[in-house]
């Protein structure tokens, strides 16, 4: 049997080029089937930044700031979810990247936006102006949120959130706020006024990673939904749940409450991407966003 010619270098240059384009394609192919609807985008401070990070045949390890950011399959291959805290700054910020040995950047840029000013009158001196002995205990509450806001699970997120309870939108998020007069941290999350006692419920599954009394945020508990994305329920009368606990959409976490600094009885919703607080409705499913009352002025 005769041999066959042997394959000169610049033709087989080429089939290894369209080799690398097929396979290349085979797995932006397999990416885009595992894309799922992302939140919605608003890169401002309290927003959401989604940022192309391009394709790789793994997950890229993404960092801003020093925190691990949620990456998922996307249209473009993979994306960053950067969740951005009300405190960011203004104009161009810079993602690290990582796939395998490799180490780039994408850049990403805030634009500005005005949150409205709410003044509130606290009639318990306390929780405006706390005792030294009160500082104390602040400060160890701090040290339990942080830890539980930073915390990380492989668990695949799911970014469409219901509703925890039912009830009229008191406060939105990010409000410049103002405690008898004195300024304080702007608005982290949502206010929903409800009757005390109205059940609260996950509005995605996860699992119980915390819960506790705080001096501020009285009868808490928090929620792990995977990569980084941690939602946070304050003021609560009762717990339902402990930590460990794996829950479901719909699950019955607590239940509505004015423990902690409140004026009335109410939720404060929090939602984290990255240890950084985000607006809510960001997520909310389009029958959660719809059904939530604009609050009372």
Known sequence: MPALPAENSSAA??????ISRFFALLLAAAVNAHAQELPRANSV??????VA???APSTPYVSFNNQRVMVLPCAEGWCAVVGLGLGVALGEHVLAVSR???QSTARFTIQPKRYEVQHVTIKEKRFVE?????????????????LAFTTWSETPPTL??????AGRLSSTFGLQRYFNGQARAPHSGLDIAAPEGAPIRAPAPGIVIETGNYFFNGNTVFLDHGQGL????????TISIRPGIPVQTGDKIGEVGRSGRVTGPHLHWSVSLNNSRVDP???????ALESLSPPNR
């Not at 706390?130 to 942080?146: C, G, N």
């Not at 941690?230 to 009368?237: E, K, P």
């Not at 409705?281 to 029958?287: A, F, G, M, V």
């Open 160 to 165: 469409r959130l219901a509703l925890p309870a």
């Open 130 to 146: 706390p005792s030294p002995q009160e500082l104390k205990r602040i400060a160890l509450d701090q040290e339990a949120i942080t």
């Open 100 to 102: 395998g040995d490799q």
């Open 281 to 287: 409705s960001l997520l909310l499913t389009p029958e």
């Open 13 to 18: 240059s080429k089939r290894s080029i369209v």
């Open 45 to 50: 401070p309290g927003g959401i930044a989604i």
């Open 53 to 55: 990070i391009g394709n």
């Open 230 to 237: 941690i939602t946070m329920y304050n003021h609560l009368r």
